[in-house]
């Protein structure tokens, strides 16, 4: 329900795409700012005198602006170089602003942090080096900074574990070894602090990886992180280690779907209860999607043409929202009025149902889980294209 940290998992390599992540978290920690129109030169010139409010600004139109006249990779890094030195020259410039704020303070610690990782890009032993060295500075400023970027660091160890295992590098021995020792440090890194939000990263990143490693579950990696992590987590009472509690008991039971019986009761648009268990003698393929997911709006011709073919011979299908608001599934609805069933994860907990796109751990949308005849489930997927070929399986005589 709740926009969390449970969306991390929903881009299974973003974590991992260090210049993207830099950009976003700079972007991410300044107030909305228009770009003011300044040539490149102007933008990198160090303003003097300026309050932090200004200080600020230029920062902010050093990270939206976009050069023209860039033909060239060395041209782009050139750029790019001397973006990262005037971000690095104002963060130094606004911490000793008399006027600056905590908040503004926060940010210049950011971007310092940030620029490190930047700098060092290419090097991954040097980031976490320089990064190690920077937090003696976030701890003596009492900052929260400090978890940010010790979380930087797993995720610059997790990388290069990942990139190795992509590059399949035999030097680097063996992959899902290498994972689970880093497992291990995680672990002690968990028992050893007080459980920050900015911790709730460290989870997702393991979970995320172990699902990459371990894509056919014959490692039953993810199933070993929870197992190895849950006893950890139970011990703190914060809000975001029950979150991600929650979501990896929810993977748990994503993961023993197939060949189970599912559970799953909901409410649809027009206010009527719904259980899968009244569909006992069809087919029943169940859509966690949302208004907002271009995946899930894509695959709404294909469900059209499968309901067509299907329904009349014993197939049902249930779409079920996941979307926060309402009152954007209702307009979708009204727009493009759908046979199948529609319900709505909002309504459905308003009527103290079980919100299933937690319980089951719905690790991004459109996820399809296929139920035959007797409630248990046949297929899971997210790709509506396995289930035209399942169904074809399911009711051979029809061409």
């Known amino acids: 329900m709740k926009k969390t940290i449970l969306s991390f998992t929903t881009s299974a390599l973003a974590i991992f795409c260090l210049t993207a992540c830099v950009s976003a978290q700079m972007i991410n920690a300044l107030p909305e700012a228009a770009p003011q129109a300044k040539t490149t030169d ?133 992959h899902v070894g290498n994972f689970k020792k880093f497992l291990e440090e995680a672990k002690t890194f968990l028992t050893e602090n007080e459980f920050q939000p900015d911790y709730a990263m460290l989870p997702m990143m393991l979970l995320q990886v172990a699902e990459m490693f371990d894509e056919d579950g014959k490692e039953g990696l993810q199933k070993f992180v929870i197992t190895e992590l849950k006893p950890i987590l139970e011990k703190f009472e914060v809000e975001e280690a029950k979150e991600v509690l929650e979501m990896m008991e929810g993977l748990l039971r994503f993961a023993e779907l197939p060949g189970s019986e599912i559970e799953f009761q909901c409410v649809l648009l027009d206010e009527k209860k719904l259980d899968i268990k009244d569909f006992r003698g069809r087919v029943v393929l169940v859509d966690f999607w949302a208004t907002w997911c271009g995946p899930c709006v894509m695959s709404i011709p294909m469900m059209k043409a499968l309901y067509e073919k299907y329904h009349d011979k014993g197939f049902e299908l249930i779409a079920y929202s996941c979307d926060e608001d309402l009152d954007d599934v209702k307009e979708f609805e009204e727009a493009s009025p759908h046979p199948w069933h529609v319900a709505s994860v909002v309504m459905s907990v308003e009527a103290e149902l079980t919100d299933y796109s937690t319980h089951y751990g719905i690790p991004g949308y459109p996820t399809f889980v296929l139920v035959d005849k007797d409630g248990k489930v046949l297929h899971v997927t997210h790709g509506i294209n396995e289930i035209a070929e399942k169904l074809a399986e399911l009711f051979p005589e029809i061409k």
């Open 42 to 174: 102007e933008l990198f010139t160090m303003p003097t005198g300026a309050t932090a409010d200004q200080l600020e600004e230029r920062i902010m139109d050093i990270i939206m602006h976009r050069s023209e006249g860039i033909t060239s990779q060395e041209q782009a890094q050139a750029y790019m170089d001397r973006q990262i030195a005037a971000l690095k020259s104002l963060a130094e410039l606004l911490l000793k602003c008399d006027d600056a704020t905590e908040e503004q303070k926060g940010t210049a610690r950011m971007i310092k942090l940030q620029v490190i990782a930047m700098t060092n890009r290419d090097e991954p032993d040097k980031a976490i080096e320089a990064i190690e060295a920077y937090q003696k500075e976030l701890i003596e400023a009492k900052s929260d900074v400090l978890y940010k970027s010790q979380m930087m660091v797993f995720q610059i160890k997790l990388t290069k574990i990942v990139r190795a295992a992509m590059m399949d590098r035999e030097d680097e021995g063996d």
